[in-house]
């Protein structure tokens, strides 16, 4: 059964996904309308439901509490989001920031205890930007500075301002104007900062647990080819590609992408204690093709480079198909996956890419990490991609995939708490479509899970008719092989072995008999042919055994039924 298309696709925005976060068990996704919707484990009121439920399917974030602010929050249009381990971040078009969720560290931008919905933040008002000075800041006290950007991970928050400047607040690597200080991770609530890169333009950024990853313009504003990766932060893994495992205070240039490099970084993730890099090259080529790098810890195979050692430099994912592009890459917590433009998604790291962790592992012959990039499929041997991807976001343990031009979401992994979003608790070894769209309708909802339930029946069911049929075929492959050894040790005196497959076999497909008989007769030995010798005198004196015991019975038999009819006359 094939996917059904749809009905609402027509270019409804406001039931098409634009943009995807995943923390460590909740996901949000951003709406074309700049509505942001909320899934999965609510504890610490991640969810920004008002409670800490879990949400077993998408459900929408309000901003405002009041109902006299109804039309305060239609007017309220969410244009990017991210989440952290524990919390959620949204940015409005108007450059204000809102958080909400775990709140320990100060990184939803205020003192106090977890906030259960979305929470203005109000320290980026009259700080200026990092480059103003401080009479421009005592000029400017009552405008507020508007944010471009914003990321979170582990437990901090990032912002870029409309100026390239970049701020962090929450459990941070703050760089420090003191190099002698030993690196240690300084909590706060209120966005502070990061003068390291004044005078020049901060375009990307991304951040684990401990460390950040940081794309900055070599002069003052961004020009294509121009980007420098930096890196700062712990570095007990490698996670900062520096070459090392010493932490750092303040940023460093990660030389394999510096401004005399041959490749440009133009997406980049961060797990907990890895990074990953995509890149392409920056004078263009005839065909568009991207390069994936990866580095830091590799204990469950999240590195993809087919071991699980840890690596202080990065190295290029070499088993992943040549000549395509990459659009989009995602770390979770010890897992890794990317989107091909085509639609094909490769993951890898623990638990064969799915990232489900040890707590909820599965057993069987697939059981295991993943140490090199293992192919997603859509829909089982019948369908490897997914139509028109946007992007993957890679949680705790769970992945989430928009595709169809953002009017469809699949997600696999780990489904306790709801974490992915197809009304159901039960972890998935392969995509399933999350409940989306959705609608007050409840003609509608029943549709959706309708739909879920007849596609998720008929991939199992699919599932297991082409796994019987190769069981099968496994069985008749089995004995066809115990036959030959069988045969060719009577033959031969000797076990069969894959060289003794006849060439002809080999490299067309057919067997000329007549021509594979000359050709092992020229080549056998004195030895060989003396036992070929030995076995036809053998065969043929057993078959003339057998032929005369055969007469024999039959001149019996003949003399027997004469002699009955003889008797009965």
């Known amino acids: 059964m094939e996917e059904m298309d749809n009905p609402e696709q027509g270019g409804d925005i406001s039931r098409k996904i634009i943009s995807i976060a995943a923390g460590e068990a909740h996901t949000l996704a951003l709406t074309g309308d700049g509505k942001v919707y909320s899934w999965g484990r609510g504890t610490f009121g991640r969810l920004g439901t008002g409670s800490e439920e879990d949400c077993h399917f998408p459900v929408r974030v309000n901003f405002f509490d009041s109902d006299d602010d109804v039309d305060r929050e239609e007017k309220l249009k969410i244009v990017a989001i991210a989440a952290g381990s524990y919390h959620s971040l949204a940015l409005a078009d108007d450059g204000s920031v809102w958080g909400w969720g775990y709140n320990i560290y100060g990184q939803i931008g205020v003192t106090g205890e977890n906030n259960l919905t979305p929470h203005l933040l109000e320290g980026f008002f009259g700080l200026g930007s990092p480059g103003s000075s401080t009479r421009d800041q005592e000029t400017n006290t009552e405008k507020p500075l508007k944010i471009a950007s914003v990321e979170a991970g582990g437990m901090m928050s990032l912002a870029i301002d409309s100026l390239g400047s970049l701020w962090m607040w929450g459990n941070c690597p703050h760089p420090s104007q003191n190099e002698s200080l030993e690196f240690s991770l300084i909590s706060s609530a209120s966005p502070v900062p990061v003068w ?90 005839e065909s568009l093709e991207s390069l994936c790098w990866t580095f830091g810890l590799g204990d469950n195979g999240q590195l993809g480079h087919g071991t699980t050692q840890s690596l202080p430099s990065p190295e290029i994912v070499t088993e992943l198909p040549k000549r ?144 019987a049929e190769m069981n099968l075929l496994r069985s008749k492959f089995s004995v066809m092989e115990r036959y030959a050894s069988v045969l060719h040790g009577s033959i031969f005196g000797k076990p069969f072995q894959e060289e003794d497959i006849p060439v002809s076999l080999q490299n067309s497909g057919t067997f000329d008999i007549g021509k594979e008989w000359e050709n092992m007769l020229e080549s056998s030995d004195q030895r060989k042919l003396a036992r070929l010798e030995m076995f036809y005198r053998d065969m043929l004196a057993g078959v003339k055994d057998k032929l005369m015991k055969r007469r024999i019975y039959e001149i019996v038999h003949e003399c027997i039924k004469s002699n009955t009819d003889k008797t009965s006359e």
């Not at 020049?200 to 991304?206: F, G, I, Q």
């Not at 623990?350 to 140490?371: S, V």
């Not at 998935?428 to 959706?448: F, H, K, Q, T």
């Open 196 to 285: 390291n890169f004044h005078g020049h333009t901060v375009v990307k950024v991304a951040c684990g647990n401990e460390h950040v990853i940081a794309l900055v313009s070599a002069g003052e504003t961004h020009e294509g080819g121009d980007l420098i990766c930096y890196s700062w932060g712990g570095n007990t893994h490698g996670q900062l590609g520096l070459g090392h495992k010493e932490n750092m205070t303040n940023p460093k240039i990660i030389e394999a992408f510096n401004l005399e490099s041959r490749l440009e970084i133009y997406d980049i993730a961060c797990g907990a204690f890895h990074t990953a890099l995509l890149a392409k090259r920056k004078k263009p080529t």
């Open 324 to 467: 395509i592009f990459l659009v989009s890459i995602g770390c979770g917590l010890f897992h890794t996956s990317v989107v091909s433009s085509e639609g094909e998604v490769w993951s890898w790291g623990m638990e064969k890419g799915l990232g489900l962790c040890p707590d909820a592992r599965f057993t069987g012959p697939d059981a295991g990490d993943a140490l090199s990039p293992i192919l997603i499929p859509r829909n089982g041997l019948v369908d490897r991609k997914f139509p028109e991807p946007l992007e993957v976001a890679c949680g705790g343990a769970h992945t989430v995939l928009v595709g169809d031009g953002g009017f469809r979401v699949w997600s696999w992994g780990r489904g306790r708490s709801g974490v992915l979003g197809n009304r159901g608790t039960h972890d998935c070894y392969s995509p399933a479509l999350v409940s989306w769209p959705l609608s007050n309708n409840s003609v509608d909802n029943e549709y959706i899970e309708e739909k879920n339930s007849l596609e998720n029946l008929e991939s199992e069911k699919r599932f297991s008719e082409v796994m």
